[in-house]
């Protein structure tokens, strides 16, 4: 029989890694634009702050693709790092650094990239064995605007559209991956 720190320090690895797995999925559907896979990440009632939006998490999940497209938003990749958790029972607190990019089409069809740096602050419980957020505010750090971007028609160091995929927001182009994932979430 294994020693009880032993187990609470398992049971704090398991919590933490539930934590980590959710904020994953949360970029992962910000970048494939799948309002149904961001809900998965938000307890029902969750509420959010992302500075152009203060509200229901729901409500966010359902309008964030909408102000993409109006907003001429392409491509984007969120990434994270330095995940800090601090448990508490079946709550827990937790900030993650976010750098952001996103490509997006000006009025006139040209394309520049837009980089942010910033902070989620997020409070997630657990509830019948499963931990989602039940609050998320983005801290914004920093930004830069570059006016111009790189073009796959010409490439970059041998790579372009002629012999590479191409990534681009929506269902990706590997069904079996698509549908481990949609188990897995």
């Known amino acids: ?22 904020l994953h999925v949360y970029c992962r559907a910000i970048d494939r634009r799948d309002p149904s896979l961001l809900k998965q990440v ?23 693709t909408g102000w993409f ?7 984007t990749a969120h990434l994270l790092a330095n995940v800090t958790i601090a448990l508490d029972g079946d709550t827990a607190l937790c900030e993650s650094y976010l750098h952001a990019h996103h490509r997006v089409r000006r009025e006139d069809g040209g394309l520049f990239d837009s980089v942010f740096g910033g902070r989620y602050h997020d409070r997630f419980e657990r509830r019948g064995g499963l931990w989602r957020m039940t609050f998320r505010r983005l801290v914004f750090d920093w930004f830069r605007e570059y006016p111009d971007t790189g073009d796959w028609a010409v490439g970059s160091i041998g790579v ?7 990534g681009a927001p929506g269902e990706d182009i590997w069904p079996e991956l698509i549908a481990a994932l949609r188990r897995h979430a």
């Open 42 to 64: 938000y307890w029902p009632d969750a509420q959010v702050e992302y500075g152009m939006f203060k509200g229901a998490a729901y409500e966010f999940a359902e309008l964030f």
């Open 69 to 75: 497209e109006a907003g001429g938003v392409g491509n």
């Open 1 to 22: 029989m294994a020693e009880p720190d032993l187990l609470a320090r398992l049971a704090a690895m398991e919590a933490r890694e539930a934590i980590r797995d959710r």
């Open 160 to 166: 372009t559209s002629a012999n590479a995929v191409i």
